[in-house]
């Protein structure tokens, strides 16, 4: 089988323009790509729009699935593959003219109106797109049905959705143009990985998923099969042997290209780091007011011991050091990729990447075994202390240069806004994208509502601590009283743990003192780190709109038994 | 003049005995040190005891002033120098045992009990020591007067102090011996520099002072006049032309000697950085329950462009280099004396020294000009991110270390604890010393009570933000509600400034609708860093002992003309 990234590059190189665009028919096709990639340099920074007016043209579908996907509308997920009154929409309507799939292509700008398909119903989305929180990469797929989106993304088969998408109805499709899309396209979910019967999903489509929060804290190291799964987009079965990392300098006009054999040559470099998920801890800043995202408890999280090649001592062999480049961002792409065949993509500060002892480093191995497929296989970019969406797992394409990922998760999602920015009113130009993670604390033992012992009037409490940027946790406070009175927990670190490298969580332990003569109790927690950086004490004034950054105490009801 | 490096050295190396002590007497003495240096090296991780030792012999006075300078007595210490009823303490009082002066100097170890005197009284004070909080440095003048430290340190001067003090009494001092040791002892205070008269001081001896909070914000750089001073001790008056710093690894047994000359022969580098006490903002926390410590309103911080040799250009010429070291951390001695002749002092990580992007600096200038006295003339170590009590001043000595400072201001101050820590329980072993501070914002316009003008429904408000570790300032969010609404301000920060290299503050103007038909508001603010951390939104629970890291929400509670 050939790789994702050979997929990729054979697509942009041909402009395909089939019109029922399925991903497994295209892997018996293999072609070079080195004198593509010269062309390619140069294209770059213009991929997006390259990509738009060239999706626009074959019309492989509208991309009303990226509003529903940054938005990833919590509440739909799971419930929505299986919704019955779905047969409803797209129905054929009488006293509507009717259109074909030719004609509804030659509505794939602005300029010619945005036309798309669903079903037997055609809708002109021209009016819906200057309202699109993610701008006009709606436009990608315009022209055509979006039926093979939405196979990506069963979220959208939902009534909210469906019911808003109804209104831009103004025709009914050829009954021999109805189905064409999605013939012969394969479930792209179909070859996922097998996945750890405890891992409970927030969503299947695409799969992430958090470990139960009692067996999150039994050790420093997460164990592999436990460690939160978060996915964007399906997992591209990648043949390690055919493997191939593009290296690119858009300034310098350097590029190298590295297999997997290249970058074990390279010094091994193991770090201990923490990765957590942006929306951890969401499902508590939900309850102040309803925000846009994946429900996550607060298991969106875990530690592992990562090795691989160094980022720096990649890039020095492109002349790419410290003071020797103008470039400003490093951008990585997924093998992973969405109908239109984007890469999931993200970038870092180059100070991030160029410093050796920021530990960013192409890894290869998680706990000691090769990465599993669902955490990046074969080569997933560590960025230690920064949110987990810059850690981009199957990794294709690294691109040195001046601008920052022009991505839908760089520009439009993974960003904190004050509370009273909401839908109407955001502009995601005024934030910067999330790197470092603030400091945050959880109880993981025991758990909300859980009815707990009491022992020479104390109970036990144990939970986890961590801070981005390399802070350590140097105090966790902990109150059975709703935060009235505090003590201070015993912390476990993570060997050699020193600021600013202190890449790995802490794990804590308290017996704490209960209200006397009292059957319930609030526990509270808070964590301190080495820049003596705290947590704020609740969600209600860092609410905002995607329920990232929710580090405020952690705060847990129980019953005692005495 | 020879300056205070060389007296210090002098009086190590010559282990001075004389009973009263006086600065200005020594400053006739010259002679070379080199060849003590050698020894130096070896002496130094031994430093303190070697003083210890040293000086409990020769009895300089009691080190009673530490334990009051270092809680700063904050109460007392503007008032003190006019106490009126001083005269009642230290008087003769009958039926007591007579002992002269070398009677109360066999008394300079716990073994012999540690006596001291003050005016006409003596007092065995072995059964205190074991509670002062600050440890064995009492120990530092045993055997002696205590008055050439009183009178160094007003805050003593008052009934609190003195009424402890008189509970230790075992005798009277022979009447000869009386005013002995404060004979020929000019004011160590009598050479300050002249302060603008706008600084408000809340220590007069040592100066410290805060420009007034309205005047703080008027532009992105403090003027030098009006930049907050926080001094531990007298100001040095240091000879620039003879003026020495000296270098030295404890470990590769290597030094060095620059002189101002020398150190502007290395490339001049320029940072504008932030330096704040950690103590700003102390007063609102106090609030909450009392603190000991100098009551600092928000203008504890300033801004200014700093330039001199990169501290790590300097070391590279010692060989010490990222990576070629084993040492963990870096020293520095102020030239400014405690009455012993031990130097103010404290230390950094070497990471921060070593990383070229860190930015230490050994600055010669100040906002383009020579450093003032008040801030450090002829050299300051400017460890931009810091807490100002690192950033040494009137500097003379750097040591390369595998240890930390081992100075009180390192040791047994500018720590963090819990809330539930009080003076009775504090341990200063268990929390890490202050290095980058917190996330912080203050409101400098309205100021606290002031009647505000109201125009279209809204008020101005206007403040600074700033983030330690060079994270920068991303977001200011103002409520005029108490925090139940907020606004996001604009935020004007200092050129260039990137994460993690945004060393200087923000400066942040709102305009902000107020509660219609009310006549009172509470404006609130809030910073959020890059690295997307925000404040905590009240002091009760980052309450400490010292009063540091008083970075909650600040407010301020206006009344408004309608």
Known sequence: MISRLTIRRLLERHHVGCQALAIRSMQSQHSSHREWNKQQQQQHTRHKHQALATLAGFGAGVALWLKYNHQEAAAASLESEDNESIGKYGARRKGLPEYNLDDV?????????????????????????????????????????????????????????????????????????????????????????????????????????????????????TPNELFYVRNHLPVP??????????????ELQKEKVFTLKDLKKYPKHTVTATIMCAGNRRSEMTQVKPVKGLSWGQAAIGNATWS?????????????????TDALH????????????????????????????????????MNGEPIPRDHGYPIRVIVPGVVGARNVKWLGRIVVSKDESDSHWQQNDYKGFAPSVDWDTVDFKKSPAIQELPVISAICEPLEGQTVGVKNGKVNVKGYAWSGGGRKIVRVDVSSDGGKNWQAADVLECDGARHPQAWGWSIWKAEIPVPKSKL????????????????PENFENIWNLRGVLANAYHRVNIKLAR
């Open 105 to 221: 292509s030659k509505h794939g700008t602005m300029q010619d109106r945005v036309w798309v398909s669903y079903r037997h119903g055609v809708y002109d989305i021209t009016d819906f797109i200057a309202e699109h929180p993610g701008g006009d990469k709606i436009l990608m797929g315009a022209g055509g049905s979006v039926e093979p989106f939405w196979t990506l993304y069963a979220v959208h088969k939902n009534d909210h959705v469906l019911d808003m998408f109804e209104k831009y109805r103004i025709g009914n499709l050829a009954a021999d143009d109805v189905g064409a899309s999605v013939k012969n396209m394969s479930d792209p979910y179909g070859n996922e990985p097998r996945r750890h019967i405890a891992l409970k999903p927030s969503s299947k489509k695409p799969f992430n998923a958090e470990p139960p929060l009692a067996l999150l804290v039994d050790s420093l190291i």
């Open 237 to 250: 079965e990648v043949d390690a042997s055919t493997y191939e990392l593009e290296v690119c300098d858009e």
């Open 308 to 324: 691989g090649a160094r980022l720096c001592d990649v890039l020095r062999d492109l002349g790419i050091t410290d003071g020797k």
């Open 330 to 365: 490093i951008q990585f792409e997924g093998l992973d990729t969405d109908p239109a065949h984007m890469p999931y993509g993200a970038s870092i500060p180059i100070e991030k990447a160029l410093d050796p002892h920021g530990d960013v480093i192409l890894a290869y191995e």
């Open 520 to 535: 319930e109790a609030q526990l509270c927690a808070k964590a301190v780190d080495s820049q003596y950086n705290t947590q």
